[in-house]
C-alpha cells in the first residue's frame, strides 16, 4: 500500500521561507517521477513542481525562482523549498506522483499573511 506523509508547513509571512517534506512508502521510489501539488480554498488542485527519476526539475510560472524541488532515494522523500513566499501560496500542499498518482496524503496546511 502506497503512502504518502507530508510535514513541514505552517504560518509564514511575506517573504519568508518553509521547506515541506513528503516521505513515501510503498513504492520503489527511485524509479518515479514527483510532484508538489496545491490547493487554495475554493479552487482546484494545481501542479506546483515536479522532479523525474533522473533529476529533471519543472515548475509552474508562479514558483519559478522561487521554489526548488529536490528528493532523496535513499530516505524515499521528495522536499519543496519554498523562500521569498507571498499570500497567493497559501494552500494545502501535496505531494504524489507525475505521472502515476496514488491516494492523497492529508498534505501540510501553508498560510502566508501578515
Known amino acids: 500500500q502506497v503512502q504518502l506523509v507530508e510535514s513541514g508547513g505552517g504560518f509564514v509571512q511575506p517573504g519568508g521561507s518553509l521547506r515541506l517534506s513528503c516521505e513515501a512508502s510503498?513504492?520503489?521510489?527511485?524509479?518515479?517521477?514527483m510532484a508538489w501539488y496545491r490547493q487554495a480554498p475554493g479552487e482546484q488542485r494545481e501542479l506546483v513542481a515536479a522532479?523525474?527519476?533522473?533529476?529533471?526539475?519543472t515548475y509552474a510560472d508562479s514558483v519559478k525562482g522561487r521554489f526548488t524541488i529536490s528528493r532523496d532515494n535513499a530516505k524515499k522523500t521528495v522536499y519543496l523549498q519554498m523562500n521569498s513566499l507571498t499570500p497567493d501560496d497559501t494552500a494545502v500542499y501535496y505531494c504524489?506522483?507525475?505521472?502515476?498518482?496514488?491516494?492523497w496524503g492529508q498534505g501540510t496546511q501553508v498560510t502566508v499573511s501578515s
Open positions: 522532479i523525474s527519476s533522473v533529476n529533471t526539475r
Open positions: 504524489n506522483g507525475k505521472i502515476s498518482l496514488w491516494s
Open positions: 510503498g513504492i520503489s521510489f527511485s524509479l518515479y517521477a
